[in-house]
């Protein structure tokens, strides 16, 4: 027989390895295990919901607990090397387990639902350049390294002028992460509920899991704006009084690009026209293209990145 250790706990409870293993987590509300929270076995029994990017193969041995958390709980957390060994939980609301976050097997008893992704974690969870972790916090970053991840819930996030390549990782409820930049991918790990990532125009996206339900992506169209060089309207405006050719751009409904062959948010046709102006009104048309060359942000010569810098575009233009 151990000598158990239990105290009454209120409120929030993170597990940081302080606490002599097995842990007990008793009628807990939404409890987070976080990448490399638990060193052993994870029995998580009668939960509401179970959300997790770890297997669900079955298999863990616990043992009678040396250290037990009860009272009048809120949220548990158990942070990286949060237990080190066996862990249970018993009659939480949801519970989180992220990618990477069990080091023995993890079983799963008496659920009402489970929604499950086995996903290896795309970084070591002191890597990202923005990481919160607990209720309604929030953060910003600009020219980011890795990426975000955020635990808990109600979290919001703003990431600004993303060069390289990054990760989005979501763990929670109710978070709204927003990400600009040009040039750069944005790889989104999601699990939970009621999450939105944004992703802006100039950044391509890939939802690498969806885990959970009511999650949202929103990846921003490139604006066909910034593929016209000349409007209609600026092209008859600057054609004056006389005979003129005039070049200008608008935009196609086309889905996939004629020219490149590539699936295009925006593709503009290039029409050129030659017409006798009279103050920027063609009275009489001579020529007129009909089967007009179209492309699209993949390949137009005019596709730019509209977050330059002042002196990024001076640096291109010398």
């Known amino acids: 027989m151990t000598d158990q250790t239990s105290e009454p706990y209120d409120g929030d409870v993170t597990l940081t390895g ?25 029995e998580l029994r009668n939960p509401e919901y179970v959300f997790t990017h770890y297997r669900t193969g079955g298999g863990a041995d616990v043992g009678d607990p040396e250290t037990v958390v009860r009272g009048d709980l809120e ?20 519970v989180f387990v992220s990618a990477g976050a069990v080091g023995g097997h993890l079983s799963v008893v008496g659920p009402e639902n489970v929604y499950a992704d086995e996903v290896e974690p795309p970084r070591d969870p002191g890597d990202y350049d923005v990481s919160l972790t607990g209720w309604k916090q929030s953060g910003s970053s600009s020219d980011p390294d890795a990426g975000v991840r955020v635990t808990g819930a109600h979290h919001e996030v703003t990431v600004e002028r ?23 991918s944005v790889s989104v790990y999601l699990l939970g509920y009621d999450n939105t990532v944004t992703v802006g125009p100039y950044l391509d996206s890939e939802v690498v899991a969806d885990t959970g339900f009511d999650n949202e992506v929103d990846a921003q169209p490139y604006p066909v704006e910034d593929l016209i060089e000349t409007t209609k309207e600026e092209a008859f405006d600057r054609a004056g009084f006389g005979r003129r050719k005039v070049t200008y751009q608008v935009p196609a409904d086309d889905d996939w690009c004629p020219n490149c062959g590539e699936p295009a948010d925006a593709i503009v046709a290039r029409h050129q026209m030659e017409a006798l102006f009279v103050f920027g009104h063609p009275i009489r048309t001579y020529e007129r293209s009909t089967n007009p060359a179209k492309e699209c942000e993949h390949c137009s010569r005019s596709a730019f990145d509209a977050e330059l810098t002042e002196s990024e575009r001076k640096d291109v233009l010398r």
């Open 162 to 184: 993303t060069r390289t390549d990054i990760d989005v990782y979501v763990a929670g409820h109710d978070h709204e992460i927003e990400i600009t930049g040009r040039s750069a």
């Open 75 to 94: 949220d548990g957390y158990a942070e990286p090397e949060g237990v080190t060994g066996d862990a249970a939980v018993a009659d939480a609301e949801d």
């Open 18 to 42: 302080h606490e002599d293993a097995p842990v007990a987590v008793r009628d807990p509300e939404d409890v987070f295990i976080r990448a490399d929270g638990v060193a052993g076995d994870l």
